[in-house]
């Protein structure tokens, strides 16, 4: 198999309201299958089997689909998140790998062997060849949906690339020339950070236009930050170990973002290749408000799932400055329903489903972001009409 295929382990972390369950889902190059586990690793499930090589993997949430390109049969194929109604969407390419969905303009992007970028819309017409770049050679992409922005990796030196999400514009965000060939690759734009990893123990990370970079060392790690997805809410990160050369390859593992906390969570694989994380907000009850409380609580909007409205509950100890500000999936701010000081109780806030603007929002995840005094906390919100 093509070298390729083996370093194309670029992830991202996405959030969804799917059966009330926090998942990973991760593709297996041996067996050609798509699996899914609870966050701690229990309850492995087979999604899709029979595929071909499924590498790359990514969710459409408001529609509950799951999309992959398959390497060998040369298809960009979706299904819903527990792998029934398979549909193939795009056929006869050249041995496709990663995949990323715009979810605003409703389109796929794939990277492929040669180092093209190419698109379509989601049900797979429309295809177009954006960007045909030779060092391209991990097949590692990323979109930054807040700056409009698509991201790629270089394997060796370490390479890093941007463009407009039609290809144009491409302009070189970093270079390193070290040792390690690159392996994994994540644009967050929530933290201005682009993180990657190579062939050792440590993850780095940049700003969006690559500068301050960085690193972090994952003590008690195997053999690298391989394949990896982020959860910049909780800062977490969760991995692919695919050393040969240890007693608990072939792993999947997770840490702290500041590499403590490393814990193997699935082991003795079969070839794990590419991992996703899929955080559910699953909150369908609403939280009385308690007689008298000494710090800052934010509950989870009620209802969740909503339409056409929900309900935003918090108490204060004290008096307080309060801001709460929604942002879309991508990090724009489109709401802003309170600027003002606040007294100490229970209160609750009603978002009708309205922008800035008075104009009603799409189904979609959305983030709920609570300031009050030198406390913040942000909740994640489901739209479904």
């Not at 040369?74 to 041995?95: H, M």
């Not at 040792?179 to 969006?208: C, E, H, K, M, P």
């Not at 003590?219 to 997805?229: D, R």
């Not at 240890?246 to 079969?270: P, Q, Y």
Request: aromatic content about 10%.
């Amino acid at each position: 198999m093509n070298k390729n295929i083996l370093t194309l382990i670029s992830l991202l972390i996405i959030s969804v309201n799917t059966q009330g369950q926090n998942n990973l889902y991760w593709t297996d190059l041996a067996d050609g299958s798509i699996y899914r586990s609870d966050l701690d690793g229990t309850n492995i499930d087979t999604i899709a089997s029979n595929l071909g090589i499924p590498v790359g993997i990514a969710f459409d949430l408001v529609k509950a689909k799951m999309y992959w390109s398959d390497y060998n049969n040369n298809v960009i194929q979706r299904s819903d998140l527990s792998g029934s109604n398979i549909e193939t969407l795009v056929t006869g390419l050249n041995q496709p790998l990663d995949v990323e969905l715009d979810v605003n303009n409703n389109k796929i992007y794939w990277s492929n062997e040669n180092g093209y970028i190419m698109r379509a819309d989601f049900d797979g017409s429309n295809i177009d060849t954006l960007i045909h770049d030779s060092i391209y050679s991990t097949g590692n992409l990323d979109l930054d949906l807040t700056n409009n922005k698509i991201y790629w990796l270089g394997e060796h030196p370490v390479v890093i690339k941007r463009a407009n999400l039609d290809g144009t514009n491409v302009d070189t965000v970093l270079v390193r020339n070290q040792d390690d060939d690159a392996v994994g690759f994540d644009v967050v734009s929530q933290q201005n950070r682009i993180y990657w990893s190579q062939w050792n123990d440590f993850l780095y990370f940049s700003t969006l236009d690559g500068l301050n970079i960085d690193s972090t060392f994952f003590q008690g790690n195997n053999h690298g930050i391989v394949g990896f997805t982020i959860d910049s809410l909780n800062n977490q990160i969760y991995w692919v170990d695919t050393n040969d050369n240890v007693s608990d390859s072939k792993a999947i593992r997770g840490a702290n973002l500041d590499g403590t906390n490393v814990t193997t969570l699935i082991t003795n694989l079969s070839s794990p290749f590419l991992i996703k994380a899929v955080l559910i907000p699953t909150v369908n009850i609403n939280i009385p408000p308690q007689k008298s409380i000494d710090h800052f609580i934010l509950y989870q909007n009620y209802p969740n799932p909503f339409n056409p409205e929900t309900y935003i509950s918090f108490q204060l100890p004290k008096n307080e400055k309060v801001k709460i500000l929604i942002y879309n999936q991508v990090g724009q701010l489109i709401r802003r329903l309170v600027n003002e000081e606040i007294s100490p109780g229970y209160h609750q806030i009603t978002w009708d489903t309205k922008d800035d603007r008075g104009e009603y929002v799409a189904n979609s995840i959305y983030l709920c972001k609570v300031t009050a005094g030198s406390f913040s906390k942000t909740i994640k919100m489901l739209l479904m009409k």
